[in-house]
């Protein structure tokens, strides 16, 4: 089994390397080791991110050398990182390419528990290739000893975050620790998932295992193969196929992962086999893309044809069952593809592009209508554009993260664009980077903080102007139940004060945050 990431860090190349944040990471194992550099960091995230891969346990060496200058990018780079299963960074050259480790990221990385290691600063002389060459020496010398792994390959497991704990994760750490290319079949010799090894391996898994009779490890021109029946509650629900390349498959080996997807299917596939659409919404949201595939033929759903997405939230969890009712009444018909269901406490709407934005809109907002006239309270929001099943899971995992913020900043909506919830994550950021930051931001609504006859009343009013009624005089006065006349006169005094027109766009942006970082802290915090 790897090591755990505590271990390494005594290697003779890392023990003068510092931990500056995820100290909970610590306790994680670690799988592998990669370099990560790029010249074209949009070109980058295409490539590693957006590719259906998860990592899984890999620590990653950087010196961020592309992007020493972007505290954003930095950021926005750790997120994608701990999104594809990496548990940590080491960082090389710094002092030297990045100037310092900004305390932005130190947050982030604590928030996510993802390892940040910073290498001895203002060191020329480090190489790559020193760590890089005891870390995996080290890795595969414990592989090598260790020929009994399933207990703590299924600890390794068990600490995913829950959203990443799918058989297809599950699938690839078993082969990576293995080396061995992997299939699942249910029980009419139909294939469910299948990992090759390495993955860029063009074995016909497929073509292979209709040669696979029964559990005898057989050899055909250098690969080995068997299969192995899985059971959930006694019951044979599938077949699992190994088969190795060049290096013999041995019964403790095959006895071994037979016991790791055995364990894993009990533990947290229990209803992995269902045949409703409701797995393959759980297939879409996981990223199970065999599955996805499979489970979408046989719905005749094409998968491919989803672009946009609706997130519910029902405030009463017992009225669940009636929205995604109404929800599937309404929705459906309007669609040439859509899948409705539920995905842990949301109700996600999945649909294709065939109708213009303003008919999402309006459909949005006549739901929307439909269930407070039914006195439910529910929060949407709307996804648009949404290319492919990564971008699913990661839009999915910003909202869940996010909205209960949302719901405070913008506190008479319940219909959101998605684009809203990255709003309020990035002020969330500022939040969360310390008083100086919060500080800076503040600075800009300072005149207003600072004017102690009345800036309350133009505190809330600003508030209200900018986030409720979407600089709507009209829709501010019937908000704060005052005069028309009252609201002009006010946010004419606030871009008074302010030296500027709060109106105006791009002056007014800053404003718009500040006043939403008030909000998030609650509305008698003062600077």
Known sequence: MSLKLRELLQLPSLKDAKVVAGRAGLERFVSSISVLEHTDTEAFEAEL?????????EIVISGLISIKDNEEAQCSMVRKLRRAGEIGLILY?????????????????????FT??????????????????????????????????????????????ENQRSVDTMLKILADRTKTSIALADNSGQLVNTVTWPRSNTLDLGKNIQTIKNEDIVQEQQVWKTKRPILQNGIQTMSLYLMKEQTTLTENLAIQMTEVVQVFMNLWGENYQEISP????KAIMNNESVKMRRLGKMFDIDVSAIQNMWLISVKDLQKNNEVLHFLK?????????????FYDDFIVVLMDKSRRQGEFESLAFEFSSEMEQQGLKISLVKCFGTMNTVEVQDTYMTVKNYLPTARKVYTSKNVFFYQEIEFVAD????????ESAIAEIFKQIKPLMQNENNDDELLVTLAVFLLDAELSYRKAAEKLFLHLNTIKYRISKVSE????????????????????????LGENHKK
């Open 116 to 161: 940040l290691i910073v290498m001895p600063e203002n060191e020329r002389t480090l190489r790559y290739s020193e760590v890089i060459y005891e870390v995996v020496e080290a890795i595969v010398r414990q592989e090598m000893n260790e020929t009994q792994f399933s207990g703590k390959l299924l600890e390794q497991i068990s600490m995913l975050p």
């Open 497 to 520: 004060l302010l030296a500027f027109p709060v109106t105006k766009i791009p002056e007014s942006y800053k404003v718009y945050q500040a006043v939403a970082v008030w909000r998030i």
């Open 93 to 113: 050259y710094v002092g030297i390419y990045l100037p310092k480790v900004s305390q932005k990221m130190i947050d982030l990385a604590d928030e996510l528990d």
């Open 329 to 341: 009444q309404m929705i459906a018909p309007c669609f040439k593809v859509s899948l409705i269901d």
């Open 49 to 57: 991110f957006n590719n259906n891969e998860f990592y899984g346990d």
């Open 427 to 434: 002020c969330l950021e500022i939040v969360y980077s310390g």
């Open 278 to 281: 409701r797995e393959l919404m």
